[in-house]
């Protein structure tokens, strides 16, 4: 039986969210193509008619978690945004969180297209800040892409360690603790 093309884009779509989910959840050594097709629901052998090789799809997922964060992030106001993404909830599920958090390590150790989606995706995230108009108490308009990267790489940095705590340990939740309160005790309530 022969697919359509609209299928066979949506059967594309769905692989790359299924992987982009997985990826997160268990890094990029951590999901095989055989595996990560059967969770999409498709055999092994149908990979290579959607991608070039499992470097292509990494990048393709990463962008696809990368814009989720994106739109996720711009339906929030900053203060409940950076109070959301450092609770314990956003640490225990990987899988539905920050591909920040979840791969920049991974990334750093991939091929170039993928470093260069990330580099994209940060890009895109800095970009969107900038012409949201958020302001910060104390902050000027030309310090604002300095201030967001710090903070980001706080945040992201917070999950990263949190996470590389056993689940039950104190340490992994005083870490968001003393992180969300470094980051939001500078936002005042003029802030955006």
């Known amino acids: 039986m022969r697919v359509t093309k609209a299928q066979a884009q949506a059967n594309r779509a769905h692989i790359v969210e299924t992987a982009s989910r997985l990826f997160r959840e268990r890094g990029y050594d951590g999901v095989g193509v055989a ?34 964060s994106l739109e996720k992030s711009a339906e929030h106001d900053i203060a409940a945004f ?17 591909t920040f958090a979840a791969l920049s390590g991974d990334a750093a150790r991939q091929p170039e297209e993928v470093k260069a989606t990330f580099a994209q995706g940060l ?9 949201s108009g958020i302001t910060l108490t104390g902050v000027e308009p030309q310090d604002m892409r300095a201030k967001m990267i710090d903070t980001m790489a706080h945040a992201i940095g917070a999950i990263v360690l949190s996470r590389a ?6 340490l992994a939740d005083e870490i968001l603790e003393v992180c969300r309160k470094e980051i939001l005790g500078p936002m005042g309530p003029g802030d955006l």
């Not at 705590?165 to 104190?170: L, R, V």
């Open 35 to 68: 595996d990560l097709m059967a969770e999409a629901g498709f055999t092994h052998g149908g990979f290579y008619k959607h991608f070039g090789s499992k470097a292509d799809l990494m990048a393709e997922a990463a962008a696809c978690g990368l814009a989720n």
């Open 82 to 98: 950076f109070d959301q993404y450092l609770s314990r909830q956003h640490r225990d599920t990987p899988g539905q969180g920050c």
């Open 123 to 131: 890009e895109n995230m800095l970009a969107a800040v900038e012409h």
């Open 165 to 170: 705590c056993p689940d039950d340990s104190a």
